[in-house]
C-alpha cells in the first residue's frame, strides 16, 4: 500500500505529468464535453459520436484508431514497452435519451445542465483530452494505452460494447479505467449482477362489459407486478428489483390481448440475484396461467458481477490520486462497463471527472468547479496505471 502511494506521488512529481497538468484546460473540456453531447447518441444509435472520436483520435496522432460495427472506437497510444500488457481507458458514448430528446445544455450558478452531459459526453471528453495530451508531450509511459469510446452501455445495450472492446483486445490487457463523468470521488471495484427480464402477458382479449371476468393481459400483467412488488429480497447483500418500463392494451373498453413490462433484478451477491430470480419465476408460473392467459419471459440483460479487492494496486492507486487532488474517496460497488472487463478477470476500476446530479433526467446537471481537479486525478491515474507492472509476480512500478 505504502509502495503504490510512493508510486503515485513519484508520478505527480514526474517532469511528464508537470507538462501534462500545466496544459489540463477545464474549460476547453467542458467545450468538448457540450459538443458531444449535442450529437444524439442513444444506445444502439452511437455512430455519429463514434465518428466524431475517431477524427479526434486520429488528428491527435492515435495509431491504430478504427470503429466496428457495434460504434465502438479505439485507438492506441504507444508505449515505451512492447512486452508490458496495455492499459484500457474506456468511456461509453451511448445515452438513455431517445432520438429527438432536447438537448439544449443551461447554465445556472456553477452548473451546467443537459440531457447526457455528465452520464457521459463528459467521460468521453476527458478520454479525448488524455489522449491528445499524451500526444501534444509526447509521453510514453511502458505500457500502450488502449483507448475506447464504446456503445452500449446503457438500457438494453447489456455491455455489448466493451464486450466487444475486449474480445478485440483483451488478450493484450493488463488493467482497465473506466471513466464515468458524474462519478467524481468513487472508485468502483466492484460489479453488481445485473439481470433484466422481458415478461409479456397474452390473453384472448374481447369487449370489457360483454366478456367481463374473462382474462386480460393487463390485469394478469397487474396482478404479477403486485406479486413482484410483495417480494422482499435482503438488504443485506443489497438485492433490488424495479419495474421499469410498463406497456399494454389497446383501447379503454377491451379486455386486454397483450401486455409487457421489464424487469430490472440488482445484487452484489450472484447467489441472491439467482433466487430473486427464482421467485419472480415462480410467481410467473402460478400467476393464473391458463390456456386463455399466458406469459413468456425473455432475459434481455445480463451483466455479470466481478470484482477486485480494495487492497488490488489499481484500487489503491485510484485512492491515492484522489487523495493527492484532496477529493474524499469513496470505495463502491456499481454496474457499469466494469462489470464485463472484471468477470473476465482483468483488473478494473470505474472513476469520474465531476459531481453532479439526475443521471438520466432531462435535468441532468454536472457541477463545473471540480472538472479540473477530477481531470488531474485523473490523468495522474491513467499516467500511473501506465507505468505500473500488472503482471502476476512483477515488481509494479
Ligand atoms: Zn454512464
Known amino acids: 500500500m505504502e509502495t503504490i502511494t510512493r508510486h503515485v506521488a ?11 497538468a500545466q496544459a489540463l484546460d477545464a474549460p476547453q473540456v467542458i467545450q468538448t464535453a457540450v459538443a458531444i453531447q449535442q450529437i444524439p447518441a442513444p444506445t ?44 484500457l481507458v474506456s468511456a461509453h458514448t451511448d445515452t438513455v435519451f431517445p432520438a429527438g430528446t432536447d438537448l439544449t445544455v443551461r447554465e445556472e450558478s456553477g452548473r451546467l445542465c443537459g440531457p447526457g452531459l455528465g452520464d457521459n459526453s463528459l467521460g468521453v471528453a476527458a478520454l479525448l483530452t488524455l489522449a491528445e495530451l499524451f500526444a501534444a508531450h509526447d509521453i510514453h ?40 463523468g458524474m462519478a467524481l470521488g468513487r472508485v468502483y471495484h466492484a460489479g453488481i449482477a445485473v439481470r433484466r427480464l422481458h415478461i409479456a402477458c397474452h390473453a384472448s382479449g ?12 393487463v390485469h394478469g400483467l397487474i396482478d404479477l407486478g403486485a406479486r413482484i412488488l410483495a417480494l422482499t429480497p435482503p438488504n443485506e447483500p443489497r438485492t433490488t428489483y424495479n419495474i421499469g418500463l410498463i406497456h399494454g392494451g389497446h383501447s379503454v373498453n377491451s379486455l386486454a390481448c397483450e401486455a ?32 386463455q392467459l399466458t406469459f413468456t419471459t425473455t432475459v434481455v440483460g445480463d451483466r455479470p458481477a466481478g470484482h477486485i479487492d480494495p487492497t488490488h494496486p489499481l484500487v489503491q492507486m485510484a ?20 462489470n464485463a472487463l472484471l468477470a473476465n478477470g482483468l483488473p478494473t476500476v470505474t472513476v469520474g471527472v465531476t ?19 477530477g481531470l488531474w486525478q485523473l490523468a495522474l491515474l491513467v499516467l500511473s496505471a501506465a507505468e505500473w507492472d500488472f503482471r502476476p509476480g512483477a515488481a509494479g512500478g
Not at 487523495?323 to 462497463?337: K, N, Q, V
Open 355 to 373: 459531481r453532479g446530479a439526475h443521471s438520466h433526467r432531462q435535468d441532468e446537471y454536472i457541477e463545473t468547479a471540480p472538472i479540473a481537479s
Open 319 to 338: 485512492g491515492a490520486a484522489l487523495e493527492l487532488a484532496r477529493i474524499p474517496a469513496f470505495y463502491e460497488r456499481g454496474s457499469t462497463d466494469a
Open 260 to 291: 409487457e413490462l421489464y424487469l430490472d433484478l440488482r445484487s452484489e451477491d450472484p447467489a441472491c440475484l439467482q433466487a430473486l430470480e427464482r421467485a419472480v419465476r415462480e410467481h410467473i408460473a402460478s400467476a393464473g396461467q391458463t390456456p
Open 44 to 87: 444502439f444509435d452511437e455512430g455519429r459520436r463514434a465518428n466524431y472520436v475517431r477524427d479526434r483520435f486520429i488528428a491527435a496522432g492515435l495509431r491504430d484508431v478504427g470503429s466496428d460495427a457495434l460504434h465502438n472506437t479505439v485507438g492506441r497510444w504507444p508505449g515505451a514497452d512492447p512486452a508490458r500488457p496495455a492499459l
Open 206 to 217: 374481447g369487449h370489457s362489459w360483454l366478456h367481463f371476468g374473462q382474462p386480460s393481459a
Open 10 to 20: 513519484s508520478c505527480a512529481q514526474s517532469a511528464h505529468f508537470h507538462r501534462l
Open 141 to 180: 509511459p511502458p505500457a500502450d494505452i488502449w483507448l475506447a469510446a464504446n456503445s452500449r452501455e446503457e438500457g438494453l445495450g447489456n455491455l455489448d460494447g466493451i464486450r466487444a472492446v475486449w474480445n478485440a483486445l483483451g488478450a493484450r490487457l493488463g488493467a482497465a479505467i473506466v471513466v464515468e
